[in-house]
């Protein structure tokens, strides 16, 4: 697949629900009452998790209100922090307490001049929103990025706002509550207890006798119903409002007759969807209830407490959606859809339902990406899914699996109609028309479909193959459907190479990538085979057994890592040349292989130069290896990148000479050194004469041209004694040494 995960689906969905779970916690703390130290270490690390942040700090309002104090934290540094006291005036805090109003990058844009030069060397990657109780100013929440973390955004801002309210009305609740009880232990009776608690409290609270109606509300519970107390008292509860289930819907049973039956309320009341009558108002609560005894002990009614959680269901709510949906379209993210995936999977194994998977990559959509930039790709994305939203059956589930790249969950659909669902896809896709800035585009798609049955292994199987089905549609000629079939041997050669890349990645980690050896010879001093090579490489599998580069390199190059493999081998060569000073003095020349595509990477001249500097490496000693046919594929950067290395005295073979189809009209403009003749025509030298005309021919061209020629496989004494006599400079192959171990030259 294109996009390798790096967190596995388990870690992503246990992460999701660690996070909803710890502001759980933090909630039922609050409402438990736990110590206010408590409360600030739970809040900073699940801010921490909520906006991205390296460290997040609870910066809170000293009782002289002169000072601040951090007294909780999470992440980097903190333990050097926490416990630190400012003055109100200094820092972000400072100025957050002064303009009661949070501080994120946007605020940059509102400061005078002289103000952004005031805050400059402070600010960073920073936002604090302000804990504001009621009417005065508590604290903040903290989250800073200062080491190469992103920049804070909207929507960060937008939930740690909601976060710092539930707080605010948490510490001020704990607060008056603390202070009741002071006040309770002084007072005499229960009903002059009632009398200052009740309308003091932050909750609904209600009393009803043993028939539901209602004799008490507090001043909450008239805003929660909308009615003065006198309005209320004697009306039936159950008239005022309707209860749901959150999830269900189901309404829910009279509380007050549940309560007298039960004496409490049941767990899985935990949340309730509660209703005006009219319609006008919804919110959700969370209910407590408790039975009333007289004197006699006998029940005389139920005691309610509606605590108004809709804030905190919503940021649960967001931070769910945020973590299985995509920001851009609105459609279900990798995670979530691999999740789902893998319920199908189940379903298929067990139950014996056939369900059907489509990945679909967009051709043509990076045009518009380089043509009109990132936000008129945005938009085509968004247009785009819409229209393929439409085209689904209802139950359908579909996500943006990467950039460009959708998939299609089609539960209980067998294999005729998928493809039906596939070939209106494509024909929608085909009258697709994007209009941006006065300039129409279209574009294609390529489409892979496969079925899912008992037989399906796991998710991980399943999708490797349609990836490699929607790859074969593009190899096919794009805007083309390819159905996996288990026979089709070059869809398993494709999935082939898609299991080598993550083989390769953990290689390189694991430094089982290993160097090898083979010499270069003059055909005139056959016996010097330690002073000119050329570097090769193995990889080591898991169990230590060698992997030919062969086996390999199609993939990393497909996978594009090739790039990172040629770094690798410069850094690692350069390194052990380093560390053999008396090798590196009597070396000739030591030649390194070059993809095309770090021919094309500005980055990997730069990154080599710095090599040369970094182990002092004379440039003249080392020569880079580059195919013909890469080299003519793009001509003029092959032309910059070679003059630029040559001009501090690295020297250049082309590499394969003879296998292209304009050798010689493009040989006289690559400024290379040497000529390495195509292996395929050397390899007949000594029986073939068409082999042996054209070795020839391009031995008497390259030195014409002043270039120095090169014989690949040398495999035998005849083409080495043909070569001697042809007057080729230099031989390679068996008859003169196979590769060994780097480390052999030590």
Not at 207 to 213: C, H, K, P, S, V
Not at 434 to 455: A, E, H, N, P
Request: aromatic content about 8%; overall charge negative; charged content about 25%.
């Amino acid at each position: 697949m294109k996009k390798n995960s790096v967190v596995s689906l388990e870690e992503e969905l246990y992460k999701r629900d660690q996070q909803i779970a710890l502001f759980r916690e933090v909630v039922t703390a609050v409402r438990e009452r736990f110590d206010l130290e408590s409360i600030f270490q739970m809040v900073a690390n699940f801010a921490q998790g909520l906006i991205n942040a390296e460290t997040v700090l609870i910066p809170v309002l000293d009782d002289n209100c002169t000072t601040y104090t951090y007294r909780a934290g999470c992440g980097l540094h903190t333990e050097e922090i926490v416990g630190e006291s400012l003055d109100i005036n200094l820092g972000i805090c400072g100025w957050v307490w002064k303009h009661q109003s949070p501080w994120w990058h946007g605020v940059l844009e509102e400061l005078s001049e002289d103000e952004r030069n005031k805050w400059e060397k402070e600010v960073g990657s920073v936002i604090l929103v302000p804990l504001v109780g009621r009417n005065h100013f508590l604290g903040g929440i903290a989250g800073i990025n200062k080491e190469g973390g992103r920049d804070f955004d909207k929507r960060d801002l937008d939930s740690l706002m909601l976060l710092a309210s539930q707080v605010a009305i948490a510490i001020d609740n704990n607060s008056l509550i603390a202070q009741l009880e002071q006040t309770n232990k002084a007072l005499f009776s229960e009903k002059q207890k009632a009398q200052v608690t009740l309308p003091s409290i932050g909750d609904a609270v209600i009393t009803t006798d043993t028939e539901g109606r209602i004799e008490y509300i507090n001043p909450v519970a008239e805003r929660l119903f909308g009615m003065q107390m006198s309005e209320a008292v004697s009306r039936q509860l159950t008239a005022l409002f309707t209860l749901q289930f959150e999830h269900s819907s189901q309404p829910v049973m009279d509380l007050v007759q549940h309560t007298l039956l039960e004496g409490h309320l049941p767990d899985h009341f935990d949340t309730l969807l509660l209703s005006h009558q009219d319609g006008r108002k919804k919110i959700f609560i969370e209910p407590r209830a408790a039975p009333i005894h007289g004197p006699d002990g006998n029940l005389i009614g139920v005691v309610l407490v509606f605590r108004d959680v809709t804030q905190t269901h919503d940021l649960t709510q967001q931070l769910s959606h945020q973590a299985t949906h995509d920001e851009l379209t609105g459609l279900y993210n990798r995670r979530e859809f691999e999740y789902k995936l893998s319920q199908a999977v189940r379903d298929a194994q067990i139950n014996g339902t056939s369900h059907s998977l489509i990945y679909m990559d967009l051709d043509q959509f990076k045009v518009v990406n380089d043509t009109c930039g990132h936000v008129a790709g945005d938009e085509l994305l968004k247009q785009y899914t819409g229209k393929l939203a439409a085209l689904l059956r209802q139950g359908d589930i579909l996500a943006r699996i990467g950039g460009d790249e959708f998939g299609v969950l089609l539960e209980s659909c067998d294999a005729d109609q998928a493809h039906r669902i596939a070939s209106k896809i494509q024909e929608m896709t085909q009258t697709f028309h994007f209009l941006w800035d006065g300039k129409t585009f279209s574009v294609g798609v390529s489409i892979g479909l496969i079925g899912i049955d008992r037989k399906s292994e796991s998710i991980t199987q399943i999708m490797s193959l349609v990836d490699a089905a929607c790859y074969m549609a593009k190899e096919d000629g794009r805007s083309r459907i390819h159905v996996h079939d288990e026979h089709d041997s070059a869809l398993h050669e494709r999935r082939d190479e898609m299991q080598w890349s993550p083989r390769i990645t953990k290689a390189l980690e694991d430094e089982r990538i290993v160097l090898f050896h083979q010499p270069i010879v003059y055909y005139d001093a056959m016996d010097k085979v330690h002073t000119h090579y050329e570097i090769l490489i193995r990889m080591l599998d898991e169990s230590g057994a060698l992997i030919m580069p062969s086996a390999f390199l199609p993939a990393a190059e497909r996978y594009n890592l090739i790039t990172l493999i040629d770094r690798w081998v410069v850094s690692h060569y350069f390194r052990w040349l380093a560390e053999h000073p008396e090798h590196l003095q009597s070396l000739e020349m030591g030649s390194i292989n070059l993809s095309g595509k770090s021919l094309n990477d500005e980055g990997c001249r730069s990154y080599i130069e710095s090599q040369f500097r970094e182990f002092a490496i004379p440039p003249e000693k080392i020569c880079f290896e580059i195919t013909e046919t890469e080299a003519i594929a793009n001509l003029n950067k092959a032309i910059h990148f070679i003059s630029q290395l040559k001009d501090i005295g690295c020297r250049f073979a082309l590499d394969d000479f003879g296998s292209g189809f304009s050798s010689y009209a493009y040989l006289k403009n690559l400024p290379v050194d040497f000529l390495k003749i195509d292996g395929m025509f050397v390899k007949g030298i000594a029986s073939d004469p068409v082999n042996y005309a054209m070795v020839e021919s391009i031995n008497h061209i390259g030195h014409v041209m002043g270039r120095k020629t090169i014989a690949e496989f040398a495999e035998d004494e005849a083409i080495v004694a043909v070569l001697r006599k042809m007057g080729v400079d230099y031989m390679q192959g068996y008859a003169i040494a196979k590769p060994h171990p780097l480390e052999d030259l030590a």
